[in-house]
């Protein structure tokens, strides 16, 4: 006696077989997929270290000359120079742009100072023996540097500002100071040093020169006076760059 198969079970064989052929491949890929080794994350690119803006304090030593000539030689026959040496203490902002590894920014900084200095008396000379006090500095500068990791050194140029008393006479009972405000020109350099977290550090050279101009001394005398500091601070930074 023969069985005959039903029709149905002849659909359900040929089903199962489609999807046993369609499963095969997706399951052979997943294996091959499994054996892969997993492909590492792209690393997250890292926020320059110097760009941002910056606030800091800063503090250290200057020293300098002041040159006067006088034309009429009513003071003295030949140039006089006051050598002066001192402190100053301050604050600066500024900020930096960092492109790989070339740094570009700005800064302004102000400082109380007292570099000072006098010369002693002529006694051919009746207001000779001066004296000058640099009292307040400020600079406004660009910068440009070159970072290597947490070091960067850098150099500046720009305007500076300064507060000055300049006396003649300062050992006789009539004195005349003259107290006025210089504009020049200032270059420097330096190399700061990231710290901790935000903070940095920093030690800058900087020179300053007032070119020479015309003021009054005793009985409306004028002579041309110029000046030139050097400064070397110390400073720290607090960068704002997260």
């Known amino acids: 006696m023969t069985t005959s198969i039903p029709r149905s079970a002849y659909r359900w064989i ?6 046993v052929a369609a499963a095969l491949p997706l399951s052979m890929h997943l294996a091959v997929a499994a054996d892969m080794p997993m492909q590492p994350r792209p690393a997250a690119v890292a926020k320059p270290l110097w760009t941002g803006f910056y606030i800091g304090v800063h503090g250290g030593g200057g020293w300098g000359s002041s040159r006067f000539v006088d034309p009429s030689f009513s003071i003295a026959f030949a140039p006089v120079y006051v050598k002066s040496s001192g402190w100053l203490a301050g604050a600066q902002v500024g900020a930096n742009w960092q492109f790989g590894n070339m740094v570009v920014g700005g800064e302004l900084d102000v400082s109380g100072a007292s570099i000072k200095g006098s010369t002693a008396p002529d006694p051919t000379f009746l207001l000779s023996g001066f004296s000058a006090d640099f009292r307040a500095l400020a600079t406004g500068t660009g910068r440009v540097g070159y970072a290597a990791g947490s070091y960067l050194g850098y150099v500046k140029a720009g305007l500076a500002w300064a507060n000055i008393d300049f006396t003649s006479g300062i050992d006789t009972p009539f004195p005349v100071e003259v107290n006025h405000q210089r504009t020049g020109l200032t270059a420097g350099g330096g190399l700061e040093m990231a710290l901790i977290g935000n903070l940095s550090a920093r030690l800058e050279y900087d020179f300053i020169y007032f ?6 001394l005793g009985a409306k005398l004028p002579v041309n006076l110029d000046h030139q ?3 070397a601070t110390l400073g720290l930074n607090w960068r704002f760059n997260e």
């Open 14 to 19: 040929a089903c199962a077989a489609i999807i």
């Open 211 to 216: 070119g020479a101009a015309s003021i009054n």
């Open 229 to 231: 500091v050097h400064l």
